[in-house]
């Protein structure tokens, strides 16, 4: 059995949870039982189109997200320029 995030944007609402199935599927379906069941709020938010809907879902290793939040010492150029003067 694996953990999902998944996330939806829909009419200015926001909805976001993690899911324990053993497929994608199966955790979209669990997911739909707890917002029909009021276990997944919904957020407002306003950035994205309200006239479409936006479903990401990700598989998680050992039930977080892989986003390396390293230190980073002073002074590293982070990115390049987008524009440049002479």
Do not use: C, H, P, W
């Not at 276990?39 to 950035?47: R, V």
């Amino acid at each position: 059995m694996s953990s999902y995030r998944i996330q939806i944007r829909s009419e200015g609402k926001y909805y976001d949870g993690i899911i324990k199935a053993n497929n994608d599927a199966e955790a979209l379906q669990q997911f739909k039982l707890k917002l029909n069941n009021g276990e997944i709020a919904a957020q407002d938010e306003d950035f994205y189109n309200k006239n479409r809907v936006f479903i990401s879902y990700e598989e998680l290793k050992d039930g977080t997200t892989e986003v390396d939040i390293g230190e980073t010492s002073v002074g590293v150029q982070v990115g390049g320029s987008g524009v440049t003067t002479r």
